[in-house]
């Protein structure tokens, strides 16, 4: 889901036509969440929201949240839309702190998909769901003609029952933080990237899609209130992420550049292509910010998931610079880390 | 949202490639729906929806409901893709019974559609949303390549908290409930078809899509617990929402064909093209079944809603003929009244 946030300033949403670059999680799309979609549909939820929405419930706080799916191709090294769609919306709510309820999914078909490919994605969906421990308890099919869609286009959306351990939240993050993540960042966007064919670039690669649900919980239960702020970072990457969590405050982030766990097959496509590996989405790894005391338990604890062996402290929330996020190495050289600028991997999720 | 029943037998989905038909709402989305969605991603709540998903929640019932928009055009006599994808989704809850609390939408967007048009069905959404009192918590923005979409397509989701008073679903009704239905019929359907311009057909006609809430509380008010069953009936029109009514049950229903409201406009077309307008989709009608002692009543408090002067019984349950809809005429004439079969009006919801 978009992230949203409540302190920026108010931005005019004045661009003639729509382009890729709106719909890849960086600052097109941001403009045009900030520009349009909150100023019209105002209300005090969507303003403040995340990666997903809370809603107060008979006394409980419920989180739901909405997601499209139009990665190209259908299926990829380590996953499919089917297993995006339900990984995707999980983690959504799992870094909000809920543990979810139910899914719905709406799909969007293209007449002459063949029948095979349908029931593939369906199962891939039912695996997942399964995995994670929600069922899928409906959805809506809608078929467009031949030509007006990529195969299939899948709408998630999910809501969860929220831990009333979690007060999550970039208004809770303190300077001395640690930021820490699960694991190498950019397996599932460069994946996508060579599966497509169209480079002349091999790899031994596989999307990272799966819940990190285990995370969060596992996070929760080891660090409870010191735990301040979670994100799986998707679109635009880890970069995109921790500049979206301190944009709204005075902080800022220095990133140890060195310690951020990347495969070398990963860093071998960035470095022909061009690309910054901070940039490149995931969707298996958890960014959490924890209080420096609960830092070395939480991590432990990640840790200690299957598939978290590689977690890591890769920075910590400063005072300085504010609103930045400045990535080191022990060189003693510096950057400044910007969000995702344009486009540079279309159709990823 | 699809509807989904129990007691049907397990129907095989070996259809070699989707078809238009498969998202029209008739026999051959059922098919998919019953030979693949639940078969694969089995769970009790899924194999007993109707227009929503109930959860249990902290001892309240939740609703839940995902619905996709593909209408074309994006912008029609009476309504636009926005408002449709707004309205739709509050249907789907008032239909079983719920108030809702958010909504979230998600869209995929069409590389150089127009920023004023995706501007004019974002305040499409806003409108309808202050109309039926729910926010549009959060959502979501993919963009596709041009031509991989056809401007914009919209999914949304929503979820609300049932009326305790709500008692509804195919297992209440009974033998002598009465059939009503707050208005003309066929609108929505003849309204977009007319709009594409394909036809050398004109007519002074707009799309009936509005909230259904306003019927839906009145006849909770009303009716309480002799209120058995509502649908909005969208895609498949009146003949197949009840039709799957009925599906799972061992009664028929009894309809007074001259009695269903049709504007002439609508008659007219449908003579033409050779459409059942029984078949043809509503956006703004409810179809409820009541306890005969609460009819008149009930029929007087959906004529005291706005827009529901013209709310009429249509017919009766009856035991025979079982499992079928039998319309009947004052001259004696009858026929069965099966689902829609094939897709006769694509892409109109």
């Known amino acids: 889901m978009e992230t949203i946030e409540r302190e920026s300033p108010r931005v005019r949403f004045a661009d003639s036509a729509i382009e890729m670059a709106h719909g890849a999680g960086g600052k097109a799309s941001r403009r045009l969440v900030e520009g349009l979609f909150v100023p019209l549909l105002a209300n005090p939820i969507l303003e403040t929201l995340s990666d997903s929405a809370i809603s107060n419930f008979n006394g409980s706080r419920i989180a739901t949240t909405a997601d499209a799916y139009v990665v190209k191709p259908l299926r990829f090294p380590g996953g499919s839309i089917g297993e995006l769609a339900v990984n995707g919306t999980v983690n959504d709510l799992a870094v909000s702190g809920a543990r979810p309820i139910g899914l719905m999914a709406a799909f969007i078909l293209e007449a002459g998909l063949s029948g095979e490919a349908l029931r593939a994605e369906v199962e891939a969906m039912a695996h997942a769901a399964k995995r994670a421990g929600v069922p899928v308890m409906g959805g809506d099919t809608k078929v467009v003609e031949h030509g007006l869609a990529d195969g299939m286009y899948v709408a998630t959306f999910g809501f969860g029952a929220v831990d009333p351990r979690a007060k999550l939240g970039p208004e809770f993050i303190r300077e001395g933080d640690r930021v820490l993540l699960s694991g190498p960042i950019g397996d599932h966007g ?160």
């Open 190 to 349: 460069i994946t996508i990237l060579l599966a497509r064919g169209e480079l002349d670039l091999e790899a031994d690669l596989a999307s990272d899609t799966r819940s990190v649900a285990p995370f969060a919980d596992a996070l929760l239960a080891t660090a409870g209130e010191s735990l301040h702020w979670m994100r799986d970072p998707t679109r635009g990457g880890v970069a995109t992420a921790l500049n979206e969590l301190i944009h709204g405050t005075e902080l800022g982030i220095t990133l140890f550049e060195e310690a951020v766990p990347l495969r070398d097959e990963v860093r071998g496509a960035c470095e022909i292509l061009g690309l910054d590996p901070l940039h490149i989405a995931n969707e298996g790894q958890l960014l959490a910010v924890v209080a420096p005391g609960a830092s070395d338990m939480a991590l432990a604890a990640m840790r200690g998931v299957p598939g978290g062996e590689r977690a890591v402290c890769i920075g910590e929330v400063r005072s300085k610079p504010a609103r930045a996020v400045l990535a080191v190495t022990s060189y003693g050289g510096s950057r400044i880390i910007d969000m995702l600028v344009g486009d540079p991997l279309p159709r990823i999720c």
